[in-house]
């Protein structure tokens, strides 16, 4: 019984890495679609979202029997509470980058002169999801505890952003398009507030605190 169930933690650490890398190619591919409008790369995006949907569902469904059946108690409790807490956030990094992908489509081109710093925090979030989820696999509290730091990089360069996109709105009659990349901006932010809950969830599992 105790093999089995140390098996099953196995798994559950597998798919979370899986889950993770999920989402990072999800945000990767978002980018490459805002930077070439490529409408292929965008349609990839929103038919993988599904994929990662049904990745949670898997996760649930793995910790719930964690639960049920072995009734873990002290750390290997806390970690699994952890997991099933980490994929709602990593379900929502998948739901927000299939929502750029959306914006994308509409789009008429990519002209914005801060692409790059789009490019800047697209980069710095792959990497807090990336380390967010290693922090998770490897039990590691100071790597969490880097990633939460982060997330003030993350929210700076989107008030970068904002601030720019914000005068432009007050010298053109049409805003639509620079809204779009208002909203792209936020999404981004919201994708780092998510990896940041993530490395959150770490420190608890190891310390009980968050």
């Known amino acids: ?28 591919s978002t980018v490459i679609a805002l930077m070439g409008r ?3 790369a965008a349609s ?5 979202d599904e994929a990662i949907d049904n990745m949670e569902r898997e996760i649930e469904a793995l910790c719930m029997k964690l639960l049920l059946q072995q009734q873990p108690v002290a750390t290997d409790l806390r970690v ?20 750029i992908a959306e914006l994308v489509l509409q789009i008429p081109d990519c002209k ?10 697209s980069t710095q979030i792959i990497k807090m999801i990336h380390d967010s989820v290693d922090s998770f696999i490897q039990r590691n509290y100071d790597k969490a505890q880097i990633v939460i730091a982060q997330d003030d990089i993350v929210d700076n ?13 007050k010298k053109t009659d ?14 981004f932010e919201r994708i780092g507030d998510h990896a940041t809950n993530i490395a959150k969830w770490v420190v608890f599992a190891i310390t009980g605190k968050k």
């Not at 093999?3 to 990072?24: R, T």
């Not at 360069?157 to 709105?169: F, M, R, V």
């Open 1 to 28: 019984m105790r093999d089995k169930y140390q098996e099953d933690l196995e798994k559950l650490n597998a798919n979370i890495l899986k889950m993770g890398k999920m989402i990072e190619i999800a945000i990767e």
């Open 38 to 40: 490529d409408v292929q």
């Open 44 to 48: 990839t995006v929103s038919e993988n």
């Open 80 to 99: 699994i509470t952890a997991a099933l807490k980490m994929v709602t956030d990593m379900e929502r990094i998948g739901d927000h980058a299939a929502d």
């Open 112 to 121: 914005y002169n801060k692409m790059d710093t789009i490019t800047e925090i």
């Open 157 to 169: 360069l989107y008030h970068e952003i904002k601030s720019d996109l914000i005068q432009k709105i």
């Open 174 to 187: 049409d805003g639509e398009q620079i809204l779009d990349y208002l909203l792209i901006a936020r999404y």
